[in-house]
């Protein structure tokens, strides 16, 4: 393997990592300073959540284009932007990285490094809510990236997450490998593992609705849009 795709991946790793480390670290201190007052938690997790998706993005955006996120990583492999082959390398990096921030997390509480989550979350309204969360995300990422206005995506993304974080039943997980990383801490942000795959299914599904909409919405103008837009994207 080059250079090139070693710091890719080495940027998909430590991004996916500190992602989850930030959902599920924060989820665990909101927990332990409000325990009384779950609106509070969640204001408190969902605030971290955008402030840290931002600035992650903005770190490892010029390396591997920031996706930490599968389903943005089959979006943009959809699109040309990028061979197949980066998605056989990011996919699996994605989810051991999240998997890695999420023992991180537990450790950094005084956890064990592993503990299953028992949080069952699928009901038909967080599933819908999963595919409507993951629809509007990939419209963000490449609405920005189509219309050369990549450079504002860390702030719009977090922004947009954090949002979600209210405006969906799912508080918006969208993101097939945080979701797996999210089995693996029993706390405020965790899910079962029995949920975790009804929701992968819904996160794969909203993008690529998400997709549809943004080919129908914004068709790719060669002479405007930077051969690789993602990378400004994140």
């Known amino acids: 393997m ?49 402030l840290g998706l931002a600035v ?70 967080t599933l819908a809510a999963e595919v409507a969360a993951t629809a509007g995300l990939v419209l963000v990422i490449f609405a920005l990236a189509r219309t050369g206005r990549g450079h504002l995506a860390a702030p719009a993304v977090g922004a947009y997450i954090g949002a979600a974080y209210w405006f969906t039943s799912s508080t918006s997980f969208a993101n097939p490998a945080i979701t797996i990383g999210r089995m693996f801490s029993d706390t405020f942000a965790g899910i079962s593992p029995a949920s975790a795959p009804w929701f992968v299914l819904a996160q794969l599904v909203g993008g690529a609705i998400g997709l549809a909409v943004v080919l129908a919405l914004f068709p790719r103008h060669p002479a405007a849009v930077p051969a690789d837009p993602v990378a400004k994207a994140g």
Do not use: K
């Open 2 to 50: 080059t250079a090139a795709p070693t710091r890719e991946l080495l940027a998909e790793f430590l991004g996916s990592a500190l992602l989850a480390a930030t959902v599920i670290g924060s989820g665990i201190a909101a927990a332990r300073l409000s325990p009384a007052d779950t609106g509070l938690q969640l204001l408190e997790n969902a605030f971290a959540t955008a």
């Open 56 to 125: 992650l993005i903005l770190v490892f955006q010029p390396v591997s284009g920031a996706h930490f996120n599968s389903v943005v990583t089959l979006a943009d492999c959809a699109q040309g932007h990028r061979p197949w082959r980066d998605a056989a390398r990011y996919l699996p990096t994605q989810i051991v990285g999240c998997i890695a921030g999420a023992a991180l997390a537990n450790l950094m509480f005084d956890l064990p490094a592993v503990t299953w989550s028992t949080t069952e979350r699928v009901t038909p309204g």
